[in-house]
């Protein structure tokens, strides 16, 4: 049971990844195609479980900036 309306749209976004990704194996799409659709799964996922955040890749991004130099 999922009570958080983020939560409910991310795990809607995985379902609908893997949805994709079946389709793809099955009409015989190639595997790094398939990789796209498994790869938003992940993303979905990875936001669910706060393996990443948006300030995780912001940090990133602006790690490699020299800013008011």
Known sequence: MLTSLRHQQLVRESLAGLEAAVTAARNSIPHEMLLLDLYS??????????????DDILNLI???????K
């Not at 996922?45 to 948006?54: I, Y």
Request: proline share 0%.
């Open 62 to 68: 602006f790690s490699s900036f020299c800013i008011g």
């Open 41 to 54: 799964v992940l993303r979905a996922l990875d936001s669910l479980t706060g393996a990443t955040t948006t």
